[in-house]
């Protein structure tokens, strides 16, 4: 019996077969993850559902760093960029303790790590993938030095932990995908080859192994929740980490397939509040993708002048579908409330704690 990657002496290996209950839970898991994909092409942009997980996989990362990222501020960065206001840019991602007297600059590269390199780690990842690239070990060299090193970083060299990660890949063919999803992320949580890789390829490999076809899972969300236990199991047993892993799979797909549905029956109301004018209804049908408005967004995103963005938001407003973040007499900032709420609020068993954000602005 060989010691090697992935054989019946390694710990990442889980050998055949996988007791009855976790096998009917990879069952569970898989149709959820299958209705959830299904659900998705209900929505007419999938993209914010995708979006959204890669925002709460980012806030994570900066939580695990030690930096606190509010959801809603979460949202104005990855929504506006480069066109968010600098007071609120500054807000996105707070400074950990040990840098509470060195603000981060909002020019400066890699402004908030982890969240703006983690987030852009995801989306160089997710657009490789759509591109047909494989889900290799070079691809993640290149998504890992984003992660750590900021946007146009060389792809990482010769990491062994990457080449173990693949080594291991090829050797869990056999088991169940979710199965083998989980035991990679295992793998790659005790033998990181770069920040927050295990989060990083879960998310990737979710779209990689046919699971999904866009990264709509914010698996993080779960594994963060329960991270006691999670941190109990990497160390323990494989197939104890495995229904751990499926379990969360199960219940977050449940989640984000009752969030399509709420986002749906939204368009459509505000769709019907909205029937004219065309500039208007085409910013309403889209608030549930991008919840978060400035004047010069309008612009770039839909052709209009600034008048007419300015017409539309005015709409918006006396309509009640929008409210102004604060009172500031430029550079304003709109926010769909409803939708930021539904995008916003924690799945179930892991707790509220950006509810207060809303209470001024909620509809009464």
């Known amino acids: 019996m060989t010691d090697r990657p992935g054989g019946p002496t390694d710990p990442d290996f889980v050998g055949p077969p996988l007791p009855i209950p976790v096998q ?51 949202w104005l ?9 600098p007071d609120l840019l500054l807000r996105a991602v707070s400074p950990g303790e040990d840098e509470q007297d060195v603000p981060p600059s909002p020019v400066s590269e890699g402004a908030h790590p982890p969240f703006d390199r ?12 759509a591109r047909g690239r494989a889900l290799d070990v070079q691809l993640l060299a290149e998504v ?24 291991s890949t090829r050797a869990l063919e056999p088991l169940p995908r979710i199965a083998r999803l989980a035991l990679e992320h295992r793998l790659l949580a005790l033998h990181p080859p770069f920040p927050d890789a295990a989060a990083a390829v879960t998310s990737l490999r979710l ?74 209804r085409r910013v309403a049908a889209d608030l549930v993708a991008s919840p978060v408005l400035t004047h010069p967004a309008l612009v770039r995103r839909y052709g209009f002048t600034a008048k007419t963005a300015t017409d539309v938001t005015r709409r918006l407003l006396e309509l009640g579908l929008v409210t102004t973040l604060d009172d500031r007499p430029y550079r304003k900032v709109f926010l769909c409330v409803q939708a930021l709420r539904l995008l916003t609020t924690e799945p179930p068993g892991e707790p509220i704690r950006d509810e207060d954000v809303f209470k001024a602005g909620s509809p009464e």
């Open 144 to 167: 890992g030095a984003v992660r750590a090193h900021g946007r146009g970083a060389p792809p990482l060299a010769g990491s062994t932990a990457l080449r173990t990660w693949s080594v």
């Open 24 to 74: 009917r839970l990879l069952g569970e898991a898989e149709h959820a993850l299958g209705g959830l994909d299904e659900a998705a092409w209900r929505l007419p942009d999938r993209s914010v559902l995708a979006r959204c997980a890669r925002i709460r996989d980012a806030r994570g990362a900066a939580a695990r760093a030690g930096r606190s990222a509010d959801l809603v501020d979460a």
């Open 118 to 129: 983690y987030l852009a780690a995801l989306e160089l990842g997710a657009d490789l993938l």
């Open 77 to 85: 960065f990855a929504d506006l960029g480069t066109g968010t206001p």
């Open 207 to 280: 779209v990689g192994s046919g699971l999904l076809r866009d990264q709509i899972l914010p698996l993080s969300v779960w594994l963060d929740t329960h991270a006691d236990r999670r941190d109990a199991l990497l160390r323990g047993s494989p197939a104890g980490w495995v229904e751990f892993f499926a379990r969360g799979v199960r219940e977050l797909a449940r989640a984000q397939t009752n969030l399509i549905e709420e986002l749906a029956a939204l368009r459509a109301h505000h769709l019907n509040l909205v029937p004219h004018p065309r500039s208007a």
